[in-house]
């Protein structure tokens, strides 16, 4: 069974940075691109960024080009954001999903609150 | 703003067909696959129609896609109260290389 599992959200400030983890397990992580999406408070699902398998091509929405860095470690079955430069409007729940253009398997996600 | 749009709401009465429509444009579905995701109240969505019209193993046959176009659809025969949730379709953009989801139904059962 899929099981993924985000960690690292939490309070900052604006300007702040933040990295979200995401454990994986119940597949072979390393053959898989992983995703981030996430969705603020009553809004819809936006896609963020992901990378491929083996982590060589990244992707990133227009929104967070510049302020956050996508990566992974597969020998720990794990993923990362790095969110730089945070502002208010990146409050949201993340959450890590495994695919890349059918991204299917999602965890319970993590939330990030970006407050003064 | 979403480049995938997708009417706010959409609602009927137990048992009855419920259609829901989603588009988008030459780079995103009009050249893609379409995936739909159901999210229940307070959940984190979950996979319910991949490549236009299959479903994951546990999905109920009562959810069916399909895609003419740049556009799709999302049907609901013989709705249920479980399945009052919020929709989304999405596709993969050729132009912003990257994956785009639409606006979101809510759907209700009146």
């Known amino acids: 069974e899929v099981q993924l599992l985000e960690f690292g959200g939490g309070l900052t400030q604006p300007g702040g940075s933040l990295r979200l983890s995401c454990a994986a397990s119940g597949f072979t992580f390393s053959n898989n691109a992983m995703t981030w999406v996430r969705q603020a408070p009553g809004k819809g699902l936006e896609w963020v960024s992901a990378i491929s398998g083996r982590g060589s091509d990244t992707y990133y929405a227009d929104s967070v080009k510049g302020r956050f860095t996508i990566s992974r470690d597969n020998s720990k079955n794990t993923l990362h954001l790095q969110m730089n430069s945070l502002r208010a409007e990146d409050t949201a729940i993340y959450y890590c999903?495994?695919?890349?253009?059918?991204?299917?398997?999602w965890g319970q996600g993590t939330l990030v609150t970006v407050s003064s | 703003q979403s480049v995938v749009t997708q009417p706010p709401s959409a609602s009927g009465t137990p048992g009855q067909r419920v259609t829901i429509s989603c588009s988008g444009s030459s780079s995103n579905i009009g050249s893609n696959t379409v995936n739909w995701y159901q999210q229940l109240p307070g959940t984190a969505p979950k996979l319910l129609i991949y490549s236009n019209n299959k479903r994951p193993s546990g999905v109920p046959d009562r959810f069916s896609g399909s895609k003419s176009g740049s556009s799709a659809s999302l049907a609901i025969s013989g709705l249920q109260s479980e399945d009052e949730a919020d929709y989304y379709c999405a596709a993969w953009d050729d132009s912003l290389n990257g994956y785009v989801f639409g606006t979101g139904t809510k759907v209700t059962a009146l």
């Open positions: 999903v495994k695919g890349l253009y059918t991204p299917d398997s």
